[in-house]
C-alpha cells in the first residue's frame, strides 16, 4: 500500500473536507496540469469548480518559484509532489498545507558527482603526502646539519 502511494497519483481523505493530494512521480514540467486535476477530484461534490481551478492556479504559481528557481528543476526532472488541502466551505476557498516536494536525480547524475568528489580528494591527499614528504626531508637535512654542528662543537 505505501508503495503505491509512493508512486502513483492519488487522493487519501484525511477528515471531513480535508485530503492528501499526490502528484505521483512525473516530469516537473507536468505538476501544474496534474496538481489541478487531482484537486479536481478531490474536491468534486465540496467545492465549485470555478473556486478549486483558481485556488489551485495561485498554488502552482507558488509551486512554480519553488520548483524552478529554487531547487533549480528542468522541465523532464522527475518530481513528486504531495500537500494537504483543506476546503473551508465558509470563505469559499482551498487552503493548502506545505507542500513536500521530492526530486529524482539520476543514478548517473549521483556517480558523476560522487566520482569528481573522489578525485578532489585523492589530488588533495596526494597534495599532503608531498607536502609530508618536503617536510620530513627537511627535517632530515636539518637534523644532519645538527649533528654536524654538534661535532664541530664536541670536537
Known sequence: MEEYRQIYTGVTLKAARTAELRTGIIPAARFADKLRRVALAAFKGYAPRDVIIRDVAEF??????????????????LIRITVDVSYDEEGQ???????????????????AVYEAKIRDLEAELDRLRKELEEERSRRESLRRRLEELLKELGG
Do not use: H, Q, T, W
Not at 502552482?60 to 526532472?77: E, P, Q, S, W
Open 60 to 77: 502552482n504559481r507558488k509551486l512554480y518559484d519553488v520548483i524552478v528557481n529554487r531547487m533549480g528543476c528542468a522541465k523532464g526532472d
Open 93 to 111: 476557498r482551498l487552503i493548502f498545507g506545505e507542500p513536500k516536494i521530492d526530486r529524482f536525480v539520476p543514478e548517473s547524475e549521483i556517480r
